[in-house]
């Protein structure tokens, strides 16, 4: 159906329109026009406003009309990243980042805004690492007005600087911190990790060295971080690849110490990670220390220290501590009661299924596993349970021993390994969720400035998981981080005019931008 004026002269030479609906048929084959309904005269129309009220009535039943008359005055320009670009900038301020940097190269007369290409170096890591080319393309998909401008080169100029000012940085992070949050960094737990080249890398650098990526083939740099015993980190150092831990925790302890204001530092180590004479040498340089044991490879701890009586003090929920001291060396041994029930549970499961194999006749095949053989009596072709095997194993169910130098008391000596877990999971974070490596920068500055954008992505990220943990928030930082990435800043021209509209939110979007004390930004705003 469509719309037809048709038209008469008047005798006086004047034109009168009627305004008809029709629509097209077929009479014997022969297309026709049949009038559907009549409006009345054009003119009138017009002036009693009756076209416009008609149009209006019928476009409530006309949504694709409607769609496209609003698509003629619209026009979408384009999307781009905002909720995480939002958050992440508040904490980069509130931290004192921006404040910091802005002050060192006030001076300096750069043409870009240095400080905006450093933040956006540390945002993509964040959110989707990749190379300084990379990024110099990635930036136009994030809504940030300072990122206006900034190409490649500006990267790479930006990395000299960052390596110009890294300890400085750290050390005015640190005081900033320790006045907002009264930390006393009393404890200090280190880890380390190594980072692979793809190419030879800088010369005295990049070094073959112990991989931790299993990547013996390719050179590698050692990099160490500090962090507080609430897992933010304080420092970061970087050594050649062939450095071992101890020499590196080593300096990274006297470089700490003569930086920031550390009354003591104690050593919180994984169990079987340090020797002997490690310990010997951080006794050496002042250091105190706290390390796990390895109960079955140290003979005074299974027959003595285990075997010792004295009471279990509780310190937190499945956890309970109690002290012995043997020749001259402090013992903390920890137990966890839920555990040693599932492993009770477990090694009668396993005894039983032992005893109906013995029945059976089938001792070689049992001689020859070892999970079974370690509780097993063989003589000859004979074999029986060890009975004294069973009841040695049972001292370690739920259990793990603790050895320290340190004046703690027990239940902090525990705490404080328990601690070093979750350190150890939050420098996972800065190696595999970032993608510190590899790297492919080829000068000595640039590849430490690289591992200092990682560091500062990583304190952000350590940052935001500290306050969703303390607004309850029980989902984790990549999944709250996911949903902020959907909240997106649409541009938009309606009739001529630009406007700024945010998609909706969803998910845990909101939380992320309530843990950063940002406001969630309205949804159209006129620019």
């Known amino acids: 159906m469509y719309l037809r004026v048709k038209r008469f002269r ?19 084959g022969k297309p026709r026009q049949k009038v559907v309904a009549y409006l009345g005269r054009l003119d009138e129309l017009r002036e009693e406003g009756a076209i416009d009220s ?9 949504e694709r009309a409607k769609v496209m008359d609003v698509a003629q005055d619209l026009f979408c320009h384009s999307a781009k990243e905002y909720g995480p670009a939002l ?16 002050r060192y190269v006030a001076e300096r007369g750069f043409e870009f805004d240095v400080v905006a290409a450093i933040y956006a170096m540390v945002l993509n890591r964040l959110l989707a690492p990749c190379s300084k080319l990379g990024v110099s393309r990635w930036i136009e998909e994030v809504e940030e ?5 900034l190409s490649l080169h500006h990267f790479y100029r930006a990395l000299d600087v960052l390596y110009e000012y890294k300890g400085r940085l750290e050390e005015d992070l640190f005081r900033r911190r320790r006045d907002l949050f009264s930390q006393e960094v009393d404890l200090v737990f280190f880890d380390t990790t190594t980072v692979s080249f793809h190419g030879e890398g800088p010369e005295g650098l990049a070094e073959y060295g112990y991989s931790r990526d299993r990547r013996p083939d390719l050179k590698q740099i050692v990099v160490a971080v500090a962090m507080t015993k609430g897992g933010m980190p304080i420092a970061h150092e970087v050594f050649p690849g062939s450095t071992s831990d101890v020499r590196s925790f080593a300096r990274v302890i006297a470089s700490l110490k003569e930086r920031f204001p550390i009354g003591r530092v104690i050593m919180v180590s994984d169990r079987g990670t340090v020797s002997e004479g490690n310990l010997s040498l951080l006794s050496g340089l002042g250091l105190s220390y706290i390390v796990g044991v390895r109960m079955r490879r140290v003979r005074e701890v299974g027959e003595e220290v285990l075997s010792r009586p004295g009471r279990y003090r509780e310190v937190a929920e499945n956890l309970k501590v109690k002290e012995v001291r043997h020749e001259g060396r402090r013992y903390i041994v920890c137990l966890n009661e839920e555990e040693a029930e599932r492993e009770r549970k477990a090694r009668e499961e396993m005894v039983e299924k032992l005893r109906e194999k013995l029945a059976r006749g089938g001792v070689k095949s049992l001689v020859g596993n070892r999970g079974y053989r370690r509780y097993l009596n063989v003589k000859g072709a004979e074999a ?3 009975e004294e095997a069973l009841e040695r194993e049972a001292r370690y169910d739920g259990k793990y021993v603790l050895l320290t130098d340190s004046d703690l008391p027990a239940e902090e000596v525990a705490l404080a390994y328990k601690g070093l877990w979750q350190v150890e999971a939050a420098f996972r974070e800065l190696k595999d969720q970032l993608e510190l490596g590899p790297i492919y920068h080829w000068t000595e500055p640039r590849v430490r400035a690289h591992v200092a954008v990682c560091f500062l ?20 930082f990549r999944e709250v981080l996911s949903d902020l990435r959907r909240v997106k800043a649409v541009h ?3 009739k001529g005019k630009p406007y700024l509209a945010r998609t909706e ?8 931008f309530r843990a950063a004390g940002v406001a969630v930004p309205p949804r159209v705003v006129e620019l």
Not at 145 to 149: A, C, L, M, T
């Open 10 to 28: 008047n005798k006086d030479g004047s034109v009168r329109e009627y305004l008809y609906i029709v629509k097209g048929v077929r009479v014997d």
């Open 54 to 62: 008609l149009v209006e009535g019928l476009s409530r039943y006309a």
């Open 492 to 494: 938009l021209e309606v």
């Open 505 to 512: 939110l969803s998910g845990q979007a909101y939380q992320g």
């Open 384 to 386: 029986e349970i060890d």
């Open 145 to 149: 007005p300072s990122f206006r401008g």
């Open 457 to 476: 992505a990583f304190l952000l990220e350590v940052e935001f998981e500290r306050r969703l943990s303390e607004l309850g928030v029980e989902v984790s």
């Open 87 to 102: 958050v992440f900038k508040r904490l980069w301020e509130e931290l004192g980042l921006g404040e910091f940097l802005t």
